[in-house]
């Protein structure tokens, strides 16, 4: 509890100084996701990837092992909708990978198939033998087509299966939820984990929009989740910040209701409605309000 409070007051500090240097909370979220990234994509995948940078509106994602592109390349649009799940704004519209190293960027591209095969170790799949039983499966499967069709077919399903057992080889198992390839040490793929925490999010939301002041302890019991849940921690953490983000913006770019200014004051102290001066509103109103006085005009 004391450590809450503690971050509390850091992130109450932080907040205000970022706003006036740079008039927007975009800088600072993008930041926050730099180095949050570790939650944003999972433990996994950040042993291996890093947010080297945001451009525009592009997130580059530096890719330490290079067998992990085409892996993260599929998840490329779930990786958009993470980080501005995260970031609390439309804030990234596409994501570029770049292998980290001395190379300059490189961009990669899709391929039909919707991966990209150049950057998957070709070796490996050259080097898969299929057994004895796969090839006469897939030998059986196809012998009913058209002769000039079915070798054709076969060659394809070939390739497929050595292109799986590639994967299986390099470490690769199917999500038990969805059948997606998952990276070596993954409990399930980014795409089911994303759509399970966007679904507690919404729901933490939900309780949140009801009763501002919940605490975790509070939502912990309304989700029936222990209270040493670390991932329901954080997703509470998340959508809370979020939610005190867009009240403080909408404070700073004055287009508050009193509503508002009594929900951010909740949301802030996690107190009940009766438990709050109506000067404490006004105190902290005027601390997150434009100062207009103090913005230079030069930094955009
Ligand atoms: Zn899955």
Redesign the pocket.
């Known amino acids: 509890m004391e450590e809450r409070n503690l971050e509390l007051k850091k992130a109450g500090l932080a907040i205000p100084k970022v706003l006036e240097k740079n008039r927007l909370l975009l800088p600072y979220h993008l930041y926050q996701a730099k180095r949050d990234w570790k939650q944003i994509a999972g433990e996994q995948i950040a042993k291996y990837s890093y947010i080297l940078d945001f451009k525009d509106k592009q997130a580059i994602i530096a890719v330490m092992n290079p067998v992990y592109m085409n892996y993260l390349f599929m998840y490329k649009n779930k990786i958009i909708e993470e980080i501005n799940s995260y970031v609390g704004h439309r804030a990234i519209a596409d994501v570029r990978f770049v292998k980290k190293g001395k190379k300059p960027v490189r961009t990669v591209y899709e391929t039909l198939q919707g991966e990209v095969e150049n950057v998957f170790p070709k070796e490996t799949i050259r080097q898969v033998r299929l057994d004895d039983d796969t090839v006469a499966h897939i030998r059986q499967e196809t012998a009913h087509l058209a002769e000039g069709l079915r070798e054709k077919v076969v060659q394809l399903r070939f390739a497929q299966a050595k292109r799986k057992k590639a994967y299986q080889l390099e470490g690769f198992v199917s ?1 038990p ?4 390839w998952m990276a070596p040490g993954e409990k ?2 980014l ?2 984990h994303s759509e399970a925490r966007q679904a507690l999010k919404r729901q933490i939301r939900a309780y949140l929009d009801d009763m501002p002041w919940l605490s975790w302890e509070a939502v912990a019991s309304y989700l029936k989740a222990e209270v040493t849940a670390a991932a329901e921690e954080q997703a509470y953490n998340e959508v809370r910040r979020n939610l005190i983000y867009t009240y403080i913006e909408k404070v700073y770019y004055e287009y508050d209701t009193e509503a508002d200014d009594f929900i951010l004051a909740m949301l802030i102290t996690r107190r009940v409605p009766g438990d709050i001066p109506p000067k404490f509103i006004e105190n902290l109103i005027a601390k997150y309000r434009k100062k207009d006085d103090n913005v230079s005009s030069s930094e955009p």
């Open positions: 999500c939820r969805c059948g997606r399930e793929c795409f089911c």
